[in-house]
Every structure is written in structure tokens, then in C-alpha cells.
């Protein structure tokens, strides 16, 4: 699975396996509208994101929006995003879909034997990185099985006004989690939301 990291960028890229191309985007439901889901991912040339790498402060990942392309932003690592009326996407699967509710679910087929599973785990609680300390955030899991005993979990956490804070994946088997790797959010620069983003709907 890859996700940008202005959705989330190769999602830790060698960490994760999952490849294809999304056919389709199992179709549910419109959501609460892109202004409150934007408020999540603050899309804007410039916007720029600092993670640590594993907990490491000499491991740093730097992700900047440089452009804007067919209603898609790019960052320098060449990974889009925009916001539709559904939700937050790249180009391949939606990172995050409204409603910005617990227990919300929704599933993007990657191809004709790989389906990801998204999950709302929580929505507006606080959360906590090195960045900072956030009011309003929302926790994402992502599930795909890559073979009979293994299941990658992605775990998303954005924070309205801020974006992506943390991504951590591990690798499931018989019920175990296995850490892989993970990105918490050290530096940010954000241009302000246009009016009316980041309501609630």
C-alpha cells in the first residue's frame, strides 16, 4: 500500500508491501463535505511537514507541498492528494472519509486479490507527538492481508489544523502486532484554512 505523505508519502515506503493499482473505491454514503475533512490535511503550496523516523531524532523525513496539478497537490517526494466531497485521497485510495465518526469503515480494492480496510478508531480527542500536544484529532487503521498469517496494519493519526502527526505499521500474525516502523510529527508549517474550513458538520 502506498500513501503519500502529503497523504502520508510512501507510507514509510520499503515498509510496506502492499502494491497495485486502485480499480475502484467501494462506494458508500457521501460524506459531512470537504471543508470539515480538509481541516484534517491542510492542503496549500508550501505547507510543509517534519517527522523523526523510529524514534530518532538523527532520522528525519521532510515533506513539503510544491505544487498543484488537476486539483491534486504535490510534494517533493511526487506523491498527490487532494480533498474531494468524500474525503482525503491520493491518487490509488482514500486516507481519510467522512463521516469523521468512531467505527466509521470503508474499503478501497487495490486489485483483484488485495482489498484495504480503513477504520475511524477515534475522532475528536487530543493527541500527543513531539510537535506538540492537538485538540482535535482523528485515528485512522488501515488493514490488508499479504499472505495467509499476515496482515499490515497502519495506523494514521491527523490532527485538524495540523495534518498527518503519526503513521505506525506493523505486521499482524496469530493475533500478534509486530512493529515496523513509524513517523511522529516534529515540525510544521502550516498556512491558515481558507474560510469555513475545519467546521463541523
Known sequence: MKV???GGWALVSA?????GCAKRVAAEEPSPGPAS??????????????????????????????????????????????VDSFGVRDQKRYLLRGPVEAGHSW??????SSTERYRILWAGS???????????????????????????????TFAAGVGLVRIQVEA??????????WLELLAYEVKPPPPGAGRSE
Open 4 to 6: 503519500s505523505l502529503v
Open 15 to 19: 515498509a510496506l508491501v502492499w502494491s
Open 37 to 82: 475533512l480538509a481541516a484534517y490535511y491542510p492542503l496549500a503550496v508550501g505547507n510543509a511537514w517534519t517527522y523523526r523516523l523510529n524514534g530518532r531524532d538523527d532520522k528525519r523525513v521532510e515533506v513539503k507541498i510544491t505544487g498543484e496539478e488537476d486539483g491534486y497537490f504535490i510534494d517533493n517526494r511526487n506523491s498527490q492528494l487532494t
Open 107 to 112: 474499503t478501497n480494492v487495490v486489485s483483484v
Open 126 to 156: 487530543p493527541c500527543e507527538v513531539p510537535a506538540g500536544t492537538f485538540p482535535d484529532c482523528v485515528q485512522v487503521e488501515a488493514r490488508n492481508r499479504v499472505d495467509a498469517d499476515t496482515t499490515l496494519v497502519n495506523t494514521l
Open 172 to 181: 499482524e500474525r496469530q493475533g500478534q502486532r509486530i512493529p515496523q516502523t
